[in-house]
């Protein structure tokens, strides 16, 4: 593959440039400064690589015509693709397109594959700025050398780098002295976990020790408790009898004050009682006095009762005097007459009896006035009948109607009977039946005009049939006499004579009917004679019965009734009348009775009236309350007096017997402890409290610390630390051993590429260096015929013929130069596969040689040439017309300056 | 023949033991842990009872002395306390790690224990109901006992039937140390009727028949290597032999698994497939919670990925937060990168260039154990020497083989770009 062209879109100050065609071997492009000579060897770069970005510190090229692009285009066997990438995110987007041959998109990885970047700077794409940097980069990442060598050693990495990274990455996991790394840390940490270990051993070694201490605590502790009881008992015993003691004495003293209290409030009270002595009077009258004094409620209402009796005897009075007063009577008169239950009842019969006679007065004359109104009525159709029947006339009617039932009977005898043939009419029959037969032919012939010729006839056979049938009955011979009984001019007709019979009929039966109303009343007026008279015999009878019992006649039943209530009433004003007074007699008496008795109570303590009216009854019950209240209150007085006195005694009584009781306790007391008083006894208290107290503490620490044993003991029976730390330190040691074997593997991974590198440095390298030093030999002129490159880094060194080693610091810049020149023909010419498609592109590289030299430079770079496509740019004629005569069928592009 | 006796034979209880080659970081599996062999004990305590066997036989390392746990002995005393309140009595013999001169913290176990003594072969004859036994013990005096102790037991003449109670290693057993050594002839020669052994970790009957020699194994395993079921026998003996049935106890079980990558191609399918690995484990542990611990194996793709700095802490933080979700939870202890990068080693030891070189330099070493152990411990002897015992020397071929895959891994590598 070859690139055959390079075309600069916008790129610095290039503008739609291109550069081609180039040819396969060497191509000298030839041009004077500012032709473009280095922008086209970079621009190859960026478009192989990506255009830098503004944070590289790199010649930009950029331009106002808008983002830097530029196209290369490649070349093999045949097909061409041009590779075209601009300014964008990421060194800008590539883009591949064919212009004959298959699509080949990843063309510019095939052409990059194992050059990077840098290197391609360095070693393909150089000026003689970067001629140095081949050496200045040696040992570090960017040692371009180590990577071509290793691309050469069939490597796609540095070993180099490698190793540099397994020995990293081995530190990361331990050093000597580190204290950070995996294994360092680890092996702290077992050094911590082993610690811990080896204390919870010595904690465990301890436990036989600590287990015959708890059972010395134990003995101890019990020792302990007993003193500690012991003391506490006998501080209990003194304590409690210094207490006793001291209450015993504060009671006594209590006692003592108390007596004198007491005493002083008992001669008060007997003192008391002398100066609160009743009047005996009054003390022997009291009981009657307080009895009297209950009375007085019983007075006073006996007064009430009295105005009440008087009050009810004046109204029963008053009553009586009124009920004799409405009888119009005297009152013995009144009081004289028998109201008993006789009189009441023939008051009753009599009242009953006059009763229904006048109901039986009032009907009869009712039924009398109905008959009389019946017969009237009856009159009125009598007479309408006898006007209807031809009868209205003067005369008997009954004669008359009888005449004419006559003369109907007369003529009923003479007319012809009903149905007879005669009554036939034989044409009326013909039309008739000719008239059905026409309607009934002409409906079945639809002969309308025959239908209504036949209806015409069946109307006329109707009308004479019925023609016929009206002058039927006629009477034919009927007698003159008859006709003028019956006021009739013709003879009448069968139905004219039943209307007659109709009329006469109805006359008849009225007469019968007015017949029997005049009967009607005959009978009414009878009855209420019989009614009259019967009641006026029976007024007759009250009246001698009213003298008799002496409510004098001529009043009704109910004025004798209503006369023995009255009577009654009076009898029972006067009985009531009668009890009143007695009622009245009865209380005043008692009224009297009292005042007398309170008088002659109070009279003999105090002075009161002798002979008391009913007014002075109030003034004495308020004396006996006010004497009876003093005696009381006297009384109750000294009865309190002599309590209080006899309470006081006893209470003296128990108080001494109490002091006599405590200061014979606090006696034993005292001589129980051989001591002379309470504060003794204290002291002794204060001692023993002391020796408790240290005793209790004893027993307390001895407590507390056979607790925390027992505990720490028991702790350990369940503690499962042992075993985690156990545990944690296999772990540790686990990931520690791991980590070892890491670290033996990358230490080892390292030293083994270590020691092959320099081996194959030793035995293969001379293969990469042969041919830079065959280079640098010739462009020397065999002036220099050695040159060492350490793979591992370090500074280059030639030999002389001699031997003589210089680094490129010795060497001239020249020299250095064809040095540095050299190391690139002889890398490039060991880099079989790596970067086949890349060309070798040189800017002016030859400069600073002399003309021999630069001869034998141009002649190495034409042998490179053959294998590799090369291009270099001069700006020097002499130097292309140099390339054209070492290699006459080289390639020339000239440029112009921009 | 007259009643045979039914008893559990345990042994290597080692409660509140350190346990070794685990890292338990999550606090659930860190109490579990501590609180394991406590409730392995409580387990064969609640199966004398449930089973209501004659009697107990517990052939040493009950707990470790040198620990100093109070805790372990105090447990262990009340475990005794609640056999001897079911009247069920105790033959205990002393091991390595609990020998009679070793720490103790002074308590004392119920009457119904009987404590074989260090001096001398006891006997002591179990009778009841008509069934009659003897059982033969002696404990270590030391922890690094190295008389042959087998040879002092003797069977009495009068002994119906004879159980010996011992703490031994029987011929020299591999990765144990060879305390009380003694031969399977030594114990035929005691006559006995059953051997309960103890020291060897792993549950295994030596050989059975008229004679069975058994070893109870631990009742919890006490390290990642300790896989499978751990727990004691119930053994049922008369005159006709011993018919025994393993009884589980471990409250933690510990598991291994190999997981080949070959077919996974990124890590998404590493997590996969680890996450299957985890329920099988789950799965298998029979609702007990289990430590784990994965070898990764095979030329795998993933190989590279998983060499990357912090992809295999990543995957492990992962798929040890998913398997602690499930229950039983299953705790992913390890995962070890044993995979090998999918670039052909003999093609590269063919050619010229720089990782032939470094592969060519691998295989010498390799062949040069001498060599490679002292390119090893050159370079992570600070590391040791800074760690004391705490650190073991890795084993230099697989160091050499490791660094060789990681060398390779980074140098052929891709460069980012």
């Known amino acids: 593959m070859r690139l055959r062209r390079i075309e600069a879109v916008r790129f610095g100050r290039l503008n739609d440039a291109t550069l081609g065609d180039l040819g396969d071997g060497l191509t000298v492009v030839e041009g004077p400064n500012e032709a473009g000579k280095s922008t086209f060897t970079a621009l190859v770069r960026h478009v192989l690589y990506g255009f830098p970005t503004a944070r590289e510190k790199e010649r930009s090229y950029h331009t106002a015509a808008g983002k830097r692009q530029g196209r290369l285009l490649f070349e093999d066997e045949g097909s061409r693709w041009v590779v075209e990438r601009t300014e964008g995110p990421h060194g800008g987007p590539v883009e591949v397109h064919a212009l004959d041959g298959v699509a080949r998109p990843a063309i510019l990885d095939e052409v990059c594959a194992g050059v990077s970047p840098l290197a391609f700077k360095v070693v393909f794409g150089f000026g003689l700025d970067e001629m140095a940097h081949i050496e200045s980069l040696r040992g570090s990442d960017d040692d371009i050398i180590a990577r071509l060598y290793a691309a050469s050693a069939g490597l796609m990495v540095s070993p180099h780098d490698v190793r540099t990274t397994l020995d990293k990455e081995a530190e990361d996991l331990f050093t000597a002295r580190g204290k950070t790394k995996r294994a360092n840390v680890l092996l702290g940490e077992i050094r911590e976990t082993r610690t811990a270990l080896r204390s919870l051993e010595e904690e465990a070694a301890s436990f036989v020790a600590d287990r015959a201490r708890l059972t010395e605590l134990d003995e101890s502790l019990a020792e302990a408790r007993a003193s500690r009881d012991e003391h506490r008992s006998a501080y209990s015993e003194v304590g409690r009898a210094a207490e006793r003691l001291a209450e015993r004495i504060e009671r006594i003293e209590a006692l003592e004050q108390e007596l004198v209290g007491l005493r002083a409030e008992l001669k008060t009270a007997l003192e008391a009682r002398e100066t609160t002595a009743p009047d005996e009077r009054i003390l022997s009258a009291l009981p009657e006095l307080e009895a009297l004094i209950e009375d007085a409620s019983a007075h006073a209402q006996g007064r009430t009762d009295l105005r009440d009796a008087e009050s009810a005897l004046a109204q029963a009075q008053r009553r009586l005097s009124d009920a004799v007063a409405k009888s119009g009577r005297s009152t013995e008169q009144l009081l004289a007459i028998d109201a008993g239950p006789e009189a009441a009842g023939a008051i009753d019969a009599a009242r009953n009896d006059l009763n229904r006679m006048e109901v039986e007065l009032d009907n009869r004359g009712r039924e009398l006035e109905r008959a009389q109104m019946n017969a009237a009525e009856n009159s009125k159709y009598v007479i309408a009948a006898r006007r209807n029947a031809g009868i209205d006339g003067p005369g008997d009617p009954r004669e008359m109607l009888a005449e004419r039932y006559a003369a109907l009977e007369a003529l009923e005898a003479g007319r012809p009977a009903a149905g007879s043939p005669g009554g036939l009419d034989a044409p009326a029959l013909v039309l008739l039946v000719s008239g059905i037969v026409a309607v009934v032919a002409g409906l079945s012939l639809t002969e309308y005009v025959a239908v209504g010729i036949g209806v015409v006839l069946m109307a006329a056979g109707v009308f004479f049939v019925l023609r016929r049938r009206a002058s039927a009955g006629r009477v034919e011979d009927a007698p003159a006499a008859a006709l003028d009984v019956l006021d009739l001019s013709v003879a009448p007709t069968g139905m004219e004579l039943a209307r007659i019979r109709r009329l006469l009929d109805a006359c008849r039966s009225a007469l019968a009917t007015d017949d029997d109303a005049t009967r009607g009343v005959a009978e009414a007026t009878r009855e209420l004679d019989l009614a009259r008279s019967t009641l006026s015999a029976r007024m007759t009878l009250w009246d001698r019965w009213l003298d008799f019992a002496g409510l004098g006649a001529g009043i009704t039943p109910t004025d004798a009734s209503h006369t023995l209530g009255v009577v009654r009433e009076a009898l029972n004003l006067k009985v009531a009348v009668d009890d009143a007074a007695e009622t009245v007699e009865r209380l005043r008496a008692r009224l009297d009775s009292y005042a007398c008795k309170l008088a002659g109570v109070l009279g003999r303590f105090t002075e009161v009236v002798s002979e008391p009216c009913e007014d002075d009854v109030p003034l004495l019950v308020g004396k006996a309350r006010q004497a009876s209240a003093d005696a009381r209150k006297a009384l109750a007085a000294r009865e309190d007096s002599e309590r209080l006195a006899g309470e006081l005694s006893t209470r003296i009584s128990v108080a001494e017997q109490k002091a006599a009781h405590a200061k014979e306790d606090a006696t034993v007391i005292l001589q129980r402890w051989s001591v002379s008083d309470g504060d003794s006894l204290e002291a002794i208290a204060e001692r023993e409290r002391l020796t408790l107290e240290d005793a209790e503490r004893a027993h307390d620490t001895l407590a507390d610390e056979r607790s925390r044993l027992d505990e720490r003991l028991a702790e350990r029976t369940r503690e499962a630390r042992g075993g985690e730390l156990r545990l944690e330190l296999s772990g540790l040691t686990e990931r520690l051993q791991q980590t070892a074997e890491e670290y033996a593997v990358l230490r080892t991974a390292a030293r083994m590429i270590g020691v092959t590198q320099e081996r194959y440095e030793r035995e293969r390298q001379p293969e990469v260096v042969r041919g830079a030093q065959e280079v640098f030999r010739c462009i020397t002129g065999d002036r220099y015929v050695g040159l060492t490159v350490p793979i591992a880094g370090g500074a280059v060194e030639v030999f002389d013929a001699r031997a003589e080693a210089r680094t490129s610091e010795q060497l001239s810049r020249g020299t250095a130069e064809q040095m540095y020149l050299a190391l690139r023909l002889g890398l490039i010419g060991q880099l079989d596969d790596i970067g086949r498609g890349l060309p070798v592109l040189m800017d002016d590289v030859l400069v600073n040689f002399d003309p021999e030299r630069r001869r034998g430079s141009a002649e190495a770079i034409a042998r490179l040439a053959d294998r590799r496509q090369v291009v270099l740019f001069t700006c020097h004629p002499e130097t292309a017309e140099l390339f054209a005569s070492v290699r006459p069928d080289v390639t020339r592009i000239t440029l112009d300056r921009c | ?417």
């Open chain 2, 1 to 417: 023949m007259s009643q045979p006796v039914r008893f559990i034979h345990a042994a290597d209880l080692h409660l509140d033991a350190p346990f070794v080659g685990v890292d338990a970081t999550d606090e659930r599996v860190r109490r579990a842990l501590v609180e394991s062999t406590y409730r392995a004990l409580d387990a064969v305590i609640d199966a004398c009872i449930a089973r209501d066997v004659d009697f107990l036989v517990i052939a040493g390392d009950a707990y470790n002395s040198k620990d100093k746990s109070v805790r372990a002995q105090f447990a262990f005393q009340r475990a005794m306390q609640r056999l001897a309140e079911a009247e069920i009595p105790v033959y205990l013999s002393w091991g390595n790690h609990d020998p009679a001169d070793g720490w103790s913290a002074g308590i004392s176990l119920p009457e119904s224990v009987h404590v074989f003594s260090a001096r001398e072969t006891q006997r002591s004859v179990f009778e009841r109901n008509g069934a009659s036994c003897a059982i033969y013990g002696r404990s270590f005096r030391k922890a690094a006992e190295t008389e042959n102790l087998a040879r002092s037991f003797v069977r009495d003449a009068s002994d119906r039937l004879a159980v010996g109670v011992l703490h031994t290693n029987v011929g020299g057993h591999a990765g144990y140390d060879d305390y009380a050594p003694c031969s399977a002839e030594d114990l035929r020669a005691a006559r006995m009727d059953y051997w309960a052994l103890g020291h060897i970790h792993k549950p295994e009957q030596l050989f059975t028949g008229a004679v069975t020699v058994a070893y109870a194994g631990c009742t919890q395993g006490l390290d990642p290597t300790q896989t499978g079921a751990r727990g004691c026998w119930e053994v049922t003996l008369d005159e006709s032999g011993a018919r025994s049935e393993f009884i589980a106890t471990a409250a933690v079980i510990w598991d291994a698994i190999t997981v080949d990558l070959v077919d996974a191609a990124g890590i998404e399918d590493v997590h996969s497939m680890l996450a299957d690995a985890c329920e099988a484990v789950a799965r298998a542990a029979d609702g007990r919670p289990a430590v784990l611990r994965v070898e990764l194996t095979g030329r795998a793709e993933v190989h590279t990925e998983l060499a990357r700095p912090g992809v295999l802490r990543d995957l492990t933080d992962e798929v040890r937060a998913e398997a602690m979700d499930g229950t039983p939870w299953v705790w992913v202890d390890r995962i070890l990168d044993r995979t090998r990068p999918a670039i052909d080693l003999d093609q590269l030891r063919a050619s010229e260039e720089f990782a032939g070189d470094l592969v060519r330099m691998a295989d010498g070493l390799l062949a040069d154990p001498v060599a490679a152990a002292e390119i090893v411990a050159e370079l992570i002897g600070p590391v040791l020497e800074k760690g004391g015992t705490d650190l073991a020397a890795p084993d230099p071929a697989t160091v050499i083989a490791a660094a060789r895959d990681l060398a390779l891994d980074r140098l052929l590598a891709e460069e980012d770009r």
